[in-house]
């Protein structure tokens, strides 16, 4: 089944000069290039290609894929600039097209953007967008309090910074909670941390409550081990100090200090820990 802008897995019909034809259904038969054609192919054979448009805008099949395929958001650099839009570098030859219709503000060449990758429906074209939101799923989600989630950073804000939530939702890491640089496009794995009466989603990078004690536990016993057996950290500590020596807020690593110290492991002083 030919699916546009995504995987397909195709079947394989003839070969030719210009490479391996695969049987497109409705939209006939798919060029595969001989650069992509492995010396194992045959006829009927499947194989599974990204389907998009070349520089004729003809159907062509690549087993490359793209950064981001349709329907997915990333964060993308601009190429070049033209009179009717901006091309972003998706990791085929033929660029990502995104109009001016669909920029949330005027994109330049060499600057990253967040977008969305969708199929034209005037056109059947593979476009991209930066008005991402109106992707966003706007239903109450079905997420949970301490969910594990994965995160693309969109936007900062003077709260923190906005994140897409598993592709589909929005949320906000506050700046306050964050304790290692971001950037716009980063993906990370994230939590939620609260879902407000109004379905807005807070999120945090660390899990929530006594969950994430013993990760933490483990780095900073990893740390002691890597020190000799002393770390100049005390739960009197300054929190930017612990955040800048481990990356971690005060109350994780309050909360990991312990739990070591009630298994025996470490011994807290004024100034300082150390194994026991």
């Given at each position: 089944?030919?699916?546009?802008?995504?995987?397909?897995?195709?079947?394989v019909?003839?070969?030719?000069?210009?490479?391996?034809y695969?049987d497109g259904g409705?939209y006939?038969e798919?060029?595969?290039?001989r650069?992509?054609?492995s010396?194992?192919?045959?006829?009927?054979?499947e194989?599974?290609?990204f389907?998009?448009?070349?520089?004729?805008?003809?159907?062509?099949?690549?087993?490359?894929?793209?950064?981001?395929?349709?329907?997915?958001?990333g964060a993308?650099?601009v190429?070049d600039?033209?009179?009717?839009?901006a091309?972003?570098?998706?990791?085929?030859?033929?660029?990502?097209?995104v109009?001016?219709?669909?920029?949330?503000?005027r994109m330049e060449?060499?600057?990253?953007?967040?977008?969305?990758?969708?199929?034209?429906?005037?056109?059947?074209r593979?476009?991209?967008?930066?008005k991402?939101n109106?992707?966003?799923?706007?239903e109450?989600s079905?997420?949970?309090?301490?969910?594990?989630?994965?995160?693309?950073?969109t936007?900062a804000?003077?709260?923190?910074?906005?994140?897409?939530?598993?592709n589909?939702?929005?949320?906000?890491?506050?700046h306050?909670?964050?304790?290692?640089?971001?950037e716009?496009?980063?993906?990370?794995?994230?939590y939620v941390?609260?879902?407000?009466?109004d379905?807005?989603?807070?999120?945090?990078?660390?899990?929530?409550?006594y969950?994430?004690?013993?990760?933490?536990?483990?780095?900073?016993?990893?740390?002691l081990?890597?020190?000799?057996?002393?770390l100049?950290?005390s739960?009197?500590?300054?929190?930017e100090q612990?955040?800048?020596?481990?990356?971690?807020?005060?109350?994780?690593?309050k909360?990991?200090?312990?739990?070591?110290?009630?298994k025996?492991?470490i011994?807290?002083?004024?100034e300082?820990?150390?194994?026991?």
């Amino acid at each position: 089944m030919v699916r546009i802008g995504k995987k397909s897995v195709l079947e394989v019909v003839k070969f030719t000069e210009q490479g391996a034809y695969l049987d497109g259904g409705p939209y006939g038969e798919i060029l595969l290039p001989r650069r992509y054609v492995s010396d194992s192919l045959s006829e009927e054979d499947e194989i599974e290609v990204f389907i998009s448009f070349d520089s004729e805008d003809r159907l062509v099949a690549t087993t490359d894929f793209p950064t981001i395929m349709v329907d997915e958001f990333g964060a993308l650099n601009v190429i070049d600039v033209n009179r009717f839009g901006a091309f972003l570098d998706w990791g085929l030859p033929k660029d990502l097209f995104v109009p001016f219709a669909e920029q949330a503000v005027r994109m330049e060449k060499g600057q990253k953007y967040v977008v969305r990758a969708f199929v034209d429906p005037k056109s059947g074209r593979i476009l991209a967008s930066s008005k991402f939101n109106k992707f966003l799923s706007k239903e109450e989600s079905d997420l949970q309090i301490g969910d594990k989630v994965e995160l693309l950073i969109t936007t900062a804000t003077d709260l923190g910074f906005k994140a897409i939530i598993n592709n589909t939702y929005s949320g906000l890491l506050f700046h306050n909670e964050l304790f290692k640089p971001i950037e716009i496009g980063d993906r990370m794995p994230g939590y939620v941390k609260n879902i407000r009466p109004d379905g807005k989603i807070d999120l945090s990078l660390e899990k929530q409550g006594y969950q994430r004690i013993d990760p933490v536990a483990d780095s900073i016993m990893e740390k002691l081990k890597q020190s000799g057996g002393v770390l100049n950290l005390s739960d009197k500590s300054d929190p930017e100090q612990i955040k800048h020596e481990l990356g971690i807020s005060k109350k994780a690593f309050k909360q990991a200090i312990g739990a070591l110290y009630k298994k025996k492991l470490i011994v807290i002083e004024a100034e300082t820990i150390r194994l026991a």
